[in-house]
């Protein structure tokens, strides 16, 4: 497996190591231990989500202000720009984001720490993202973030309009957002 740094310490792009022949492949997407001892991720995941997506479909940015999530992401097919927000009021890196390209093809993972909103783009004609949380879905606590909120100014790779849910559509500047403290 290899780590790779972003711009925010937290958040990590994690490489499994994909055994590949003419048959196909195998990598393992998660080993406790591996992830403890390369990455330092020691959280226990609770909950595991999969979700399909047409093209420019783009979700979030979502966080929970309680029970706040871990998430371990990644494209089982197609590929998402996958986006971290960091809401982690007194972090030297609030306010800031990072994006990553996540795809069938690179394998790659996106370690998006609690403390952070996250959200993601469909840039293939579909895909399938497969993400552990490191607590349950709640509702009652979940939040939005506009995904193209000014003081953000995510770069995100669009061609036009995104296809939002009516919760994206109505998410809140992020001047005005909950946040951690």
């Given at each position: 497996m290899n780590i790779l740094p972003t711009e925010i310490p937290d958040v990590l792009i994690i490489e499994p190591k994909v055994f590949q022949d003419e048959r196909g492949f195998f990598l393992e997407s998660f080993n406790e231990k591996a992830f403890s001892?390369?990455?330092?991720?020691?959280?226990?995941?609770?909950?595991?989500?999969?979700?399909?997506?047409?093209?420019n479909v783009l979700r979030g940015l979502h966080y929970q202000i309680e029970?706040?999530?871990?998430?371990?992401?990644?494209?089982?097919?197609?590929?998402?720009?996958?986006?971290?927000?960091?809401?982690?009021k007194n972090s030297p890196t609030f306010g800031q984001w990072v994006s990553c390209l996540l795809s069938a093809e690179n394998k790659r993972m996106l370690w998006v720490p609690a403390g952070f909103a996250h959200g993601f783009l469909v840039v293939s004609e579909n895909a399938e993202v497969l993400y552990k949380t490191t607590d349950?879905?709640?509702?009652?606590?979940?939040?939005?973030?506009?995904?193209?909120?000014?003081?953000?100014?995510?770069?995100?790779?669009?061609?036009?309009?995104?296809?939002?849910s009516p919760k994206d559509q109505n998410g809140k500047p992020f001047s005005s957002a909950d946040v951690y403290p």
């Amino acid at each position: 497996m290899n780590i790779l740094p972003t711009e925010i310490p937290d958040v990590l792009i994690i490489e499994p190591k994909v055994f590949q022949d003419e048959r196909g492949f195998f990598l393992e997407s998660f080993n406790e231990k591996a992830f403890s001892e390369k990455a330092g991720i020691s959280d226990q995941f609770v909950q595991d989500n999969h979700s399909r997506s047409v093209q420019n479909v783009l979700r979030g940015l979502h966080y929970q202000i309680e029970q706040s999530q871990g998430k371990l992401v990644r494209a089982i097919a197609g590929s998402i720009f996958d986006v971290a927000v960091d809401i982690r009021k007194n972090s030297p890196t609030f306010g800031q984001w990072v994006s990553c390209l996540l795809s069938a093809e690179n394998k790659r993972m996106l370690w998006v720490p609690a403390g952070f909103a996250h959200g993601f783009l469909v840039v293939s004609e579909n895909a399938e993202v497969l993400y552990k949380t490191t607590d349950y879905y709640a509702p009652q606590h979940e939040r939005c973030i506009l995904w193209n909120d000014p003081d953000l100014a995510i770069d995100w790779p669009l061609p036009g309009e995104p296809i939002l849910s009516p919760k994206d559509q109505n998410g809140k500047p992020f001047s005005s957002a909950d946040v951690y403290p």
